[in-house]
């Protein structure tokens, strides 16, 4: 009997692992694909083949145009992605918004969301995913793509997010910072989308990006350090909470802020690189108020 035990134990085992590599291979197969996608782009694009189908296109190639701000500035409509790889040194990822399928290891996170239509034929099956795009210096742009097949919908979804680029602002809006580095953001702002709802919250330096791991990555992709989410509604719904998101993002730009507040929450919209330069002064500025602010309180404390 003590003999008949182990056998059947060390039967059952490999089984179980063979189930296990399967459903791993299956999981992990489109994550090689997405790190790929991730890798693909790091440095501006070369567009010396690409033939130009909009009078923007044709300024952008020409170098009549040399930074997508001056496309933003003046809400020009961006149609061919290569105007973005031409003027940002980009990078890209999908968000996990689907899950596989299956008995065994069904309902871990996956970059397609397969859905079906029942027609008459039989299923029709479709999938979708969620593209960012990013130069993790002030612009993220995010797109959804849906096909038939697993690739053409991740392209597309790469070339929405391209078109759907935008800027944000950045800034030091923690009261238990106040370091005057555009390393948070400047002021909280609350994003919806359907049930979701995300409120993104400045957080001193250090912190790192407290929210859901796929949130974190937009973030990251933006050029956000630091910061506090909390959410409400179903968040489970990924789609949802990835436009959420979009929305409180965009919210920075929309928010008005008074020209004396600039210097108290190192307000900086876009691009950094350019303003690194100017940022120096102002942090000398916002000190010296900061204590002159203060003093005068302490005294009448006192
Ligand atoms: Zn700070």
């Not at 099956?125 to 038939?148: E, Q, R, W, Y």
């Not at 759907?164 to 005057?180: A, E, K, L, M, V």
């Not at 957080?203 to 929210?211: D, E, N, T």
């Not at 008074?258 to 916002?286: F, R, T």
Request: include cysteine; charged fraction near 30%; proline fraction near 5%.
């Amino acid at each position: 009997m003590i003999m008949a035990r182990p056998k059947k134990q060390g039967e059952e085992r490999p089984r179980r692992k063979n189930a296990e590599r399967k459903e791993a291979g299956a999981v992990l197969a489109p994550v090689n694909g997405n790190t790929a996608a991730g890798q693909a782009a790091s440095k501006p694009a070369d567009i010396s083949g690409w033939k130009p189908r909009t009078a923007l296109g044709a300024k952008v190639k020409e170098r009549q145009i040399l930074t997508i701000d001056e496309i933003i500035d003046n809400s020009l409509k961006i149609m061919e992605p290569e105007i973005v790889d031409a003027l940002l040194a980009t990078e890209n990822d999908l968000l996990m918004i689907g899950q596989s399928k299956g008995k065994f290891g069904g309902g871990a996170r996956r970059i397609f969301r397969q859905t079906q239509k029942k027609t008459m034929e039989g299923n029709k099956p479709k999938f979708s995913a969620i593209a960012i795009v990013g130069d993790k210096n002030g612009h993220v742009g995010i797109g959804m793509g849906c096909a038939k097949e697993t690739v053409p919908a991740r392209e597309k979804a790469v070339k929405k997010a391209k078109l759907n680029i935008f800027r944000i602002r950045r800034g030091c809006g923690s009261w238990q910072c106040g370091c005057g580095k555009p390393h948070s953001i400047p002021f909280s702002v609350i994003g919806r989308c359907g049930s979701v709802e995300i409120k993104f919250m400045p957080a001193p330096k250090g912190k790192g990006l407290c929210s859901a791991p796929d949130i974190a990555k937009i973030l990251a992709f933006a050029g956000i350090k630091d910061i506090w989410a909390k959410t409400r509604g179903q968040t489970r719904n990924r789609v949802n909470f990835v436009y959420a998101c979009e929305d409180a993002l965009r919210k920075l730009v929309k928010t008005k802020v008074q020209p004396d507040q600039y210097k108290v929450v190192a307000l900086a919209e876009g691009s950094i690189q350019q303003e690194a330069a100017k940022q120096k002064p102002v942090e000398a500025e916002v000190i010296e108020e900061s204590t002159s602010t203060h003093n005068p309180k302490i005294n009448e404390e006192a």
